[in-house]
């Protein structure tokens, strides 16, 4: 792309990872995630202890980022953050962070989208993982986010389908919930999937117009299958769980793969890049690799370390926005509810 050599810092803190990650002209060569263990004992993210851990964190993380990627400071050409969406708190320690760092070294501030971010983690230069061509149809699937997005080029997005209710991410770990298993209940969902039969049990899936999704309705569902079931056997959870989350997972993969058929067919569009901490769920990169053969699809799943959040793919966003001088200015603000 260039041949200049450009050191980007990138800095996300939108939920509750504190993160931060160093790219040198697109290749990385640092990235330091700091979990919050302490949500896990609520089943959930608290947002003043994660504004408080971000607190504590940001500095260390920075620091070892730095170090990790061998550079001083003042190597650095920009540095970029999480301007949203996000948790309020969690953001402005990001921002404020990022604003006053670059101040000092004297450096433009880049803003990044936190959703534009888990879809371009894909042009971070990986050996054995291929670019998407443009135009293409990212599915971002966390936490907090569901969306099908059609990506005419690096920032020119249009969001063409988005879940209505519950993100897929809260739908897994709903349900986990409803089960008695930890917080985030996604990845044992999915590993005690594996040795289940996805037809066990069957839960209808949601009938939502055009490409939207919803999912509020599947763990209501969920919730009462459970409760009926636990009246007639108190074993039953323990006696069937990799059944039952193995039906779990099938349903929601195939609400997934139901709406990329729609999209696929209404755009024209079949290459399909995913994004987002629910990517990397065993059942939709099986899914996916399916649908090459089924459907023709080109499918692009990201390396597992930039599934979750993480401070790589922001940097890559700040280098993607460093080429083309798009820079923030000191007086831009967290936005926790910033759209793509
Ligand atoms: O992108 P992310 O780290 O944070 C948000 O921005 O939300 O996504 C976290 C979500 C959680 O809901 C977690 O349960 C889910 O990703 N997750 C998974 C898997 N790994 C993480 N869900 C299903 N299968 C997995 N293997
Ligand atoms: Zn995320």
Known sequence: ????????????????????????????????????????????????????????????????????AGIKKEQLNAVAFTRGPGLMGSLLVGASFAKSFAYGLNIPLIDVNHMQAHILAHFIDEEGFEKPEFPFLAMTISGGHTQIVKVNH????????????????????????????????????????????????????????????????????????????????????????????????????????????????????KQIAIGGGVSANSGIRKALKDGEQKFGWKTYVPKFEFTTDNAAMIAIVGYLKFLEEDFAQQDVTASARLKI
């Open 1 to 68: 792309m260039t041949s200049q050599n450009i050191y980007i810092l990138g800095i996300e803190s939108s939920c509750d990872d504190t993160a931060a990650s160093v790219i040198h002209n697109g290749r990385i060569l640092s990235n330091v995630v700091a979990n919050q263990k302490i949500h896990e004992e609520y089943g959930g993210v608290v947002p003043e202890l994660a504004s408080r851990a971000h607190q504590q964190n940001i500095v260390p993380v920075v620091h070892q980022a730095l170090e990790k």
């Open 154 to 269: 690096y920032f020119d997005m249009d969001v063409i389908g988005e879940t209505i209710d519950d993100a897929v991410g809260e739908a897994y770990d709903k349900s986990g919930k409803i089960l008695g298993l930890g917080y985030p209940a996604g990845p044992e969902i999915d590993k005690r999937a594996q040795l289940g039969n996805p037809k066990a049990f069957k839960f209808t899936k949601p009938k939502v117009e055009g490409l939207n999704f919803s999912f509020s309705g599947l763990k209501t569902a969920i919730l009462y299958f459970i409760q009926r079931e636990v009246k007639e056997n108190s074993d039953f959870v323990k006696e069937n769980l990799n059944d039952i989350c193995a039906s779990i997972q099938y349903t929601i993969i195939g609400i997934l793969i139901d709406k990329l058929k729609v999209a696929t067919k209404q755009t024209g569009i």
